[in-house]
Every structure is written in structure tokens, then in C-alpha cells.
């Protein structure tokens, strides 16, 4: 198992909106395509930013980029995207509350059966 874990920081006056995308628009395409959200959290404001993350679990590193290519290849989905950032006023202009975004690999270092995933 290999573990993604994605981070923003984010102005607080798009904390709603974008929760809402992704929940709506970034969520259910990952699922349908074998994706497994661990969970998704979110820090209070600190000096106007709130760090957003999320760990998704896969099988393998191959298993996650044929997800993502699944994801990046379908249609109807990259347009929901476009339309979702031409609504928020363009690329450009989320570059003012989107401050920063990053994703890693992690893996764990305690046997799964240790922790309340196993319970899942």
C-alpha cells in the first residue's frame, strides 16, 4: 500500500466554495476510477490560511497513475473543472486564494492492523 497525500493552502473565502468542489466535482471521479479516500481535512485559519489535506490510499504507484490517468482522460469530468474555475474567475485569479499545492507518497511505519484502519 502507498498512501497520497495532497495539501493546500487556501484563503479562507474560498474554503466553502471549494469544499463544495470537491466533494461535488474532484470526488466522485477519483472513487468511480478505484481511488480510496482515507479522509480529507482541513486546519482553522491561521494568518488568513487554512491548510486543507487529504490521503488517498492505492495498491501500488502504478495503481495510482492509472487512476489519475482515468480521471485526466475523461471528458466530462475536465470540463466540470474548467467550468468550475471559469465560475471562480479563471486560473489566474484562484492563484490568489489557492496558495500553495503539494502531494507526496507516504507509507506507514506501523502494521496496518495496528491502527482503526484495519477496521474498515
Not at 82 to 93: A, I, T, V
Not at 97 to 112: A, C, G, H, K, Y
Amino acid at each position: 500500500m502507498i498512501y497520497r497525500r495532497k495539501m493546500y493552502k487556501v484563503a479562507p473565502s474560498i474554503l466553502d466554495d471549494f469544499n463544495e468542489h470537491f466533494n461535488k466535482t474532484l470526488l466522485p471521479p477519483q472513487l468511480n476510477y478505484g481511488a480510496r479516500l482515507v479522509g480529507r481535512w482541513m486546519t482553522r485559519e491561521n494568518d488568513g490560511v487554512i491548510d486543507i489535506f487529504a490521503i488517498w490510499e492505492y495498491d501500488s504507484y502504478e495503481e495510482y497513475e492509472i487512476i489519475e490517468n482515468k480521471v485526466k482522460s475523461d471528458e466530462e469530468h475536465v470540463k466540470r473543472v474548467q467550468n468550475w474555475f471559469q465560475k471562480m474567475g479563471g486560473r489566474e485569479k484562484l492563484k490568489e486564494v489557492f496558495f500553495n499545492i503539494e502531494q507526496d507518497f507516504i507509507e506507514t511505519t506501523v502494521p496496518l492492523d495496528k491502527t482503526i484502519m484495519s477496521q474498515m
